[in-house]
């Protein structure tokens, strides 16, 4: 991110026409002999003195010859001022850009670490803008809206209700974006991605760091970018699936941090990378709601991750297994599962009731993000 501290923006800059008429007054040239001298008019003289007019290269040479000052002090000069009406002209945009800033969750962007930390008073909120703006890579609020608001065309939610900020959604979505391209994996290989299943749902049992690490590691491999990025208020996205320069993006939010939610969005993510490889398509979903879809191809993510992590077979041996804390930890050792993904699983199809003392047998976790 831009360190906008360290940019010199000087309070104001004079035309380069000033230094011309100071040049001229000391050595008693009239606009008229400067005309004559340069072989141009003398509005155009006129212009370059009240600095509407830009002193261009053939024109610095020839100022050159005719005062023996550099061309690149005028070229330089004439650089300068431009910029600081163009900064001037920013400025007032930026004033005008407020309303749209105000749109994003700015206290949990500033937690996050996107943002310049600061009262939220409307004097602060308006250095935010290019901050803003530097985030996520666009020129303008009319970029971002190009660019990140006519993204939600392409947005395929689990649940729609639940997501309708999309400035917030678009902020996450940035987050991930910017750790993804900091990441170099494999080319993508689908087959190779279906092997390592096993080894991925392997880590259930592992412990938060190792996870993290090891998970990134296997996807990586396989093609596939994984990231982690907190969730952010307004967003109600537990992870996201898409493709972002050609490669499979998984984004996780850690939504409610509990490793049964954990492991199903990841594998419902995977599930859309493999069954649903369209490259424009962007996937929402949120697996802590409880709140259930009827969108097709959310309902085969769905089954994809379940059968990954409860195959038919071992989800008919539970349907037969006593709602005892010793049972459940003797199945899960058994099928390589942590507990608490099968206490999430028996919560889900009802077996047992979400506030029943054996979910104390769930972990939550704090994957923290790479960078």
Not at 164 to 186: F, H, K, P, Y
Not at 218 to 234: E, S
Not at 315 to 342: C, N, S, Y
Request: with cysteine; aromatic share 8%.
């Amino acid at each position: 991110m831009t360190d906008h501290n360290l940019l010199y923006q000087p309070t104001e800059v004079s035309p380069p026409g000033d230094t011309l008429r100071d040049l001229m007054d000391e050595r008693d040239l009239t606009q008229a002999e400067l005309s004559r001298r340069l072989g141009r008019p003398t509005q155009t003289i006129n212009e370059i003195l009240a600095g509407k007019k830009e002193i261009t290269e053939d024109t610095a040479i020839e100022l050159e010859r005719v005062l023996q000052v550099p061309a690149h002090f005028w070229l330089t000069r004439e650089a300068q001022y431009r910029e600081y009406l163009a900064r001037l002209r920013a400025m007032q945009a930026n004033r005008d850009a407020v309303p749209w800033v105000k749109t994003f969750p700015l206290k949990a962007m500033q937690e996050a670490r996107v943002l310049p930390t600061g009262r939220l008073v409307p004097k602060f909120v308006e250095t935010l803008v290019e901050p803003m703006l530097s985030f996520f890579g666009v020129a303008s609020p009319e970029g971002w809206a190009a660019q990140y608001d006519q993204l939600q065309v392409q947005f395929r939610r689990a649940k729609p209700d639940a997501q309708t900020d999309v400035a917030a959604i678009t902020a996450w979505l940035r987050m991930g974006e910017i750790q993804a391209q900091q990441r170099e994996v494999s080319d993508f290989d689908a087959a190779e991605l279906e092997r390592a299943l096993p080894a991925m749902r392997a880590l259930t049992v592992a412990d938060a760091a190792t996870i993290g690490r090891e998970l990134t590691r296997l996807c990586a491999q396989v093609g596939v970018v994984l990231v982690f990025v907190p969730a952010l208020q307004g967003t109600h996205v537990s992870g996201v699936a898409r493709w972002l320069h050609g490669k499979p993006l998984v984004q996780l939010s850690l939504l409610g941090k509990w490793n049964d939610v954990f492991w199903f969005s990841f594998f419902h993510e995977i599930g859309h990378i493999l069954k649903h490889p369209a490259r424009r398509a962007v996937y929402l979903d949120d697996a802590s709601s409880g709140k259930q879809t009827t969108a097709p191809e959310e309902l085969e993510a769905d089954r994809f991750a379940s059968e990954v992590l409860m195959p038919s077979a071992l989800a008919q041996a539970l349907d037969q297994l006593p709602l005892t804390r010793k049972d459940i930890e003797a199945f899960a050792a058994q099928t390589q599962l942590h507990p608490g993904i099968v206490v999430g699983h028996l919560q889900h199809h009802g077996r047992l009731p979400w506030a029943h003392p054996l979910t104390q047998l769930k972990a939550r976790y704090d994957i923290q993000p790479r960078v």
